[in-house]
C-alpha cells in the first residue's frame, strides 16, 4: 500500500492547466483567472455623490446651524445618468441624486435631511467639511491597476468587479469536459424491471452529479460491458470528447477485470493500493494527454476516490492553485464511538454527519453503516472523518473532518 500523498502527487503532476481563453463574463461563474486582469476604466469613471442632497460649497456652510440656516440659491438639478455640468459659484447650489456626477465649483454634499427649500432657495442648517459624501473618480479602482491576480476562482462578486471596471471577456481557464463511464455487465440503466444478477449502475449518476456541482463539464459516456471491444470503444471514444475521463468499476481484483486490460493498453496505468478506508484500489494514466482516473466500483468507494484523488487533478486542469486544490481539514468533536476503529494501517474516511453546536465547534456523529457498497450514508453525509491508523478516536475526542457541501 502505497500513502494517499503519493497516489496524489502521481495525479497532480500529470494534471495541467488547460490554456487560456477569453471568455464573456456570463459564463465565467466559478472558472479561474488565467492571467492578472487590470482596469479598462476607473471605477467610478466620474466623481459623484454619495447621497441625495445639494453640491454646495462647504465655505458657505461655515456658520450653518438650526437657529442660522445658510442660505443658497438652487440653480439646477442632477440626476443619476445626467452629464452633471453646472458650475456651482459662491452662494450657489445644485440638487443632487446618489451616483450623480458632482458638478465644478462644488466641493461636498448636504444631505437633504439637512435641508429644507423656500422657493428657489435651499436652508442648510449644519456645517459640511470639504469632500462630504464625495466619491473620487477611481476610489475603488484605478484605469491600468490590477484588479485580480491570475489563479482567482471567479465568484458572483468578482464578476460584478469585472463588469465595473470594463472587463468582459475575460482571460480565464475552461472548466475540463470530464467523461464518466461504468463497467460492469451487472450494470443496468434506469428504471425498468431487473433481471436476475443485475444491479442499477448508481455510479455514473453520483460521478456526473459530483463532477457537475464542482463545476466542471460532464459528459456521459455509458455503460462498457465487461468487453474487451467495448470497452476500447468508449475509452477511445471518450478521450477525443474530453480532457479527462473517470471509469469506475474493473480496478479491483476480480477475475473479469478486462478493464484493467484495456486500461494498461490504452492508458497504461499505474495501479495503486492506497492505505486508505474506503477507496483502496485505484488506476492512474492518460490516453495520450487526457488523464484517465480508474475508480473503484463500490459506490462509496467511487466517491471518496473521486473527492481524494479526481477532484484535485482535476481542479487542477481547472486552474486552481496548489493551495486551492484539496478540501481543509477542520478540527471537530467526536460525539459517538463511530471513530474507533481497527488498526490496519488504513486511514479511514468515515461517513459522519456534522454540525456546530453550542460551543462553536463542529460535532460530529456517524451517517450510518461504514462498508464501502452502503451509499446511503455517504449520500446524507456532511463530511468525512479522517481517522488516521491506531485505535481511533473516543467519544469526546478531537478528529480532523472533510466538509463535503461547504
Ligand atoms: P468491481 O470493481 O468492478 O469488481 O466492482 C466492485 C463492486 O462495485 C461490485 O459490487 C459492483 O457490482 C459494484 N459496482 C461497479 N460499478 C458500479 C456502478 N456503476 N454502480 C453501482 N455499483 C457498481
Ligand atoms: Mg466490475
Known sequence: MIPLEEAQARVLAACRPKASAAVAL?????????????????????????MDGFAVRAGDLADASAA??????????????APGLIPVGDGQAVRI?????????????????????????????EPVVAGAHIRPVGEDLAAGQEVFPAGVALGAGHLGVLASAGRDPVPVVPSPVVGVLSTGDELVEGSGPLQPGQIRDSNRRTLLGLLRRDGFRAVDLGIARDDEGDIRRRLEEGAQRCDAILTSGGVSMGDFDFVKKVLDDLAAMAWMQIAIRPAKPFAFGAIGDVPIFGLPGNPVSSMVSYELLARPGLRRMAGHPDQALHRPLIPAVADDGSLRRRADGRTN???VLAAVGPDGRYHVRTA???ASNL???MAV?????????????EAGGEASILLLHP
Open 349 to 351: 474516511y468515515t461517513r
Open 26 to 50: 456570463d459564463d465565467a461563474l466559478g472558472l479561474v483567472l488565467a492571467e492578472a486582469v487590470v482596469a479598462a476604466d476607473n471605477v467610478p469613471p466620474f466623481a459623484n455623490s454619495a
Open 375 to 377: 451509499l446511503w450514508p
Open 97 to 125: 441624486m446618489t451616483g450623480a456626477p458632482f458638478p465644478p465649483g462644488a466641493d461636498a454634499v448636504a444631505i437633504v435631511e439637512t435641508t429644507r427649500t423656500e422657493g428657489d432657495d435651499v436652508l442648510v442648517s
Open 381 to 393: 453525509a456532511d463530511a468525512l472523518a479522517v481517522v488516521p491508523p491506531g485505535p481511533g478516536v
Open 68 to 81: 442660522r440656516p445658510a442660505r443658497l440659491r438652487v440653480i439646477g438639478t442632477i440626476a443619476a445618468g
Open 368 to 370: 450510518g453503516g461504514q
